[in-house]
């Protein structure tokens, strides 16, 4: 039960990241014009999607088998269970034969009890039914100790998945945002100089202007 709870948490833990990614996208096609652009952050965030989605599948299909082998566990320890309660049922009976005695007197005769019982079996059938159950739980228990082990791989595996193309995500913006900072900085510092430009030629028209209007007759 403790591994199955594992693999529900850890499901549970990719539903936020997904909703995290997702959310990054649909902000993301909010850039306008040629900053719309296919970049190495939306080829993460795409890429990270297909994780999260494959470790959901993954997580989801571990889980199935972790629920089907606990059904079997379950349907072992039932037989061996029953097995055990008739063979308790068994043993009180023969210990209550085996105490009777010629002195006993509150004992009857019971007719046709010496025929074969349709039902009965040999004791090499009431042996191998025994053998057989035990066979079968000692089965389903490695089963069990082989389906632990993976579990505890996949969700090793699964984790690391998701942490490495976080931080690939994490690196390719902040990598992008420098990008778009330098070109932010370069395009503000020729902002200014053409500002300055412009400031300048309009003095310098002004200057014009002036000196056409004092060189006319008046």
Known sequence: ?????????????????????????????????????????????FKEVEII???????????????????????????LQ?????????????????NLNNNDTDIHLFEGVTQDLPSSVTPADWSNYSDANIKKAECEKQASVTLRSVICGVIEQTKNDLLNQCRNVDLALKKRVEECYSAKERLTGHLEKVEVEIDSMEGNISQLKAAIDEKLPP
């Open 1 to 45: 039960m403790k591994s199955k709870n594992n693999l529900e948490n850890s499901l549970e833990s990719t539903e936020h990241p997904q909703s995290v990614t997702t959310s990054c996208l649909t902000y993301r096609q909010g850039r306008e014009g040629i900053d719309l652009v296919h970049d190495d952050v939306e080829i993460n965030l």
């Open 53 to 79: 989605e494959g470790v959901r599948s993954v997580l989801v299909r571990t889980l199935e088998q972790t629920i089907e082998q606990i059904r079997r566990l379950r349907s072992a320890k039932y037989f």
């Open 82 to 98: 029953k097995d055990v309660a008739d063979k308790n049922q068994a043993i009180s009976i023969d210990n209550s034969c085996h």
